[in-house]
């Protein structure tokens, strides 16, 4: 069983509009949690960091909640762009030996803008 | 610099033989992961490295995989007598550790079809 779960799979918008993805995770103890952009075909681009004690982070048009009490976490975006169609993959990081992270990925959320 | 490298891009090979990716980090990156991910889910861990020392390995990690990383700069991912199920994007990431929300940053991935 995957230990991050994201929702909903899919999502089609109109541009301009907002949405907000939805992540919940059994990985604990964690260190912090991400949010990724990832293209068809490409590598998985950072968005959000947040470790555990934080409850909210803003780069741009996304913004980044988390509720580490419920293991919860959401991924809003405002104003969407077509530019924006994507996977959405929420990971959650362990502390490997050494001090390296362990990055846990959810299955993502495929969002696609459409005109 | 123009971040982390990886080639080939693409390998199709058959069943049997082996083939052998390679991944450049971004130049002063201490750490360097490796990951797979089949289509339609997010990548799991493989190893990671942290200098030329492989510090932690996946059980996802059999024993015809095997990575290197022989000085600390560049790793090699080598997968001997490849199966049809180790068909999946090899993707390489690297980071500068120092601190436990250390950003990654993700190659391009080396997409594997065994025929």
């Known amino acids: 069983k995957n230990q991050v779960e994201q929702s909903p799979q899919s999502l089609i918008i109109l541009e301009g509009k907002n949405c907000t993805l939805q992540c919940n995770y059994t990985v604990s103890p964690f260190s912090n949690l991400r949010w990724y952009k990832q293209d068809t075909g490409r590598g998985p681009v950072s968005l959000t960091i947040?470790?555990?004690?934080?409850n909210t982070k803003s780069n741009g048009r996304y913004t980044a909640t988390l509720d580490a009490d419920t293991k919860q976490s959401s991924l809003h975006i405002t104003a969407s762009q077509l530019s924006d169609s994507a996977s959405y993959i929420c990971v959650v990081t362990l502390i490997l030996t050494g001090g390296g992270n362990k990055l846990t990925f959810g299955t993502g959320t495929q969002l696609k803008v459409e005109l | 610099d123009t971040g982390v490298s990886q080639n080939p891009r693409h390998k199709i090979t058959k069943r049997g033989q082996n083939v052998t990716f390679r991944c450049d980090p971004i130049s002063e990156h201490n750490r360097l992961y490796w990951y797979r991910q089949t289509l339609g889910q997010g990548p799991e861990f493989l190893t990671y490295f942290q200098n030329e020392a492989q510090l932690e390995k996946s059980r996802l990690l059999s024993d015809r995989f095997s990575a290197e990383r022989p000085k600390g700069s560049f790793s090699t991912l080598e997968i001997q007598r490849t199966e049809q199920g180790d068909s999946a994007m090899y993707l390489c990431?690297?980071?500068?550790?120092?601190?436990?929300?250390?950003?990654?940053?993700f190659g391009e991935g080396s997409r594997l079809t065994v025929l």
């Open positions: 947040m470790t555990f004690s934080e």
């Open positions: 990431a690297s980071s500068l550790g120092q601190s436990n929300t250390g950003e990654l940053f």
